[in-house]
């Protein structure tokens, strides 16, 4: 079945270690997104990333670190974890740049502690 | 500053009643509104869309409309099946400014619909 799929669906992190959330689509989108959801604030976008080879600069991207080396694959790094960084994170992907997420992974479920 | 904004946090139906789901937005320069379903553990899901020049769209047993007088937007439910249960949330969509090129979505808290058999 076409969509996303990310990994790890949940982890345990000690504060300050460095974590890679992944995340690929089998659906050739151009445009993917890295959101958290966190209650009481709903969908805040983190980085996102229009076509492979670019990357651009959400809402509430500091502490994290994109990468868009080819079309189907959409990393996002913390690289030295803090608590305020638990939460949801789902990634997410449209055909085109610019059109809202139409196709969300269910999510990597993060605590640091 | 931008907000949306949901009238109920939770809505109980019996199968079959319809439901509706209301939201309240307040940038009136947003160009694009959209529902979206969350079942429990999973990702969001698009339901449906509307852009600011309608006011009335329709999809598969749902509704959206569109009020910009009182910056107000509706999802409607018909024959509510208790696979409908989730939470509902609406997202407003302005366009990428200060260089961004992306058009910024903002989210609303989620309404809970829960559907009794």
């Known amino acids: 079945i076409a969509g996303i799929t990310q990994a790890p669906t949940s982890q345990i992190l000690a504060a300050g270690r460095r974590m890679t959330l992944r995340c690929t689509q089998d659906m050739r989108h151009n445009a993917m997104y890295w959101y958290r959801q966190d209650l009481g604030l709903g969908l805040r976008l983190i980085h996102y990333?229009?076509?492979?080879?670019?990357?651009g600069k959400g809402e509430v991207p500091d502490g994290y670190s994109v990468s868009r080396a080819n079309t189907d694959d959409f990393p996002l790094t913390l690289a030295s974890a803090v608590p305020s960084q638990t939460s949801v994170y789902f990634c997410a992907s449209s055909a085109r740049q610019g059109e809202q997420p139409q196709h969300f992974g269910d999510g990597t479920r993060l605590s640091i502690l | 500053g931008e907000s949306v904004g949901l009238h109920l946090p939770t809505l109980s139906v019996q199968e079959g009643d319809n439901s509706i789901i209301n939201c309240a937005y307040s940038?009136?320069?947003?160009?694009?509104f959209i529902w979206y379903k969350q079942e429990s553990g999973k990702g969001p899901q698009f339901i449906i869309d509307i852009r600011s020049n309608m006011d009335k769209r329709q999809g598969q047993r749902v509704t959206v409309l569109l009020n910009k007088t009182v910056k107000h937007l509706s999802l409607q439910i018909a024959a509510t099946q208790p696979g409908d249960s989730a939470v509902y949330f609406c997202?407003?969509?302005?366009?990428?400014?200060?260089?961004?090129?992306?058009?910024?979505?903002?989210f609303g808290q989620g309404t809970i619909l829960t559907v009794h058999p």
């Open positions: 990333s229009n076509t492979a080879g670019t990357t």
């Open positions: 940038n009136s320069a947003s160009d694009y």
């Open positions: 997202a407003e969509r302005s366009q990428g400014a200060g260089g961004t090129s992306y058009g910024k979505l903002t």
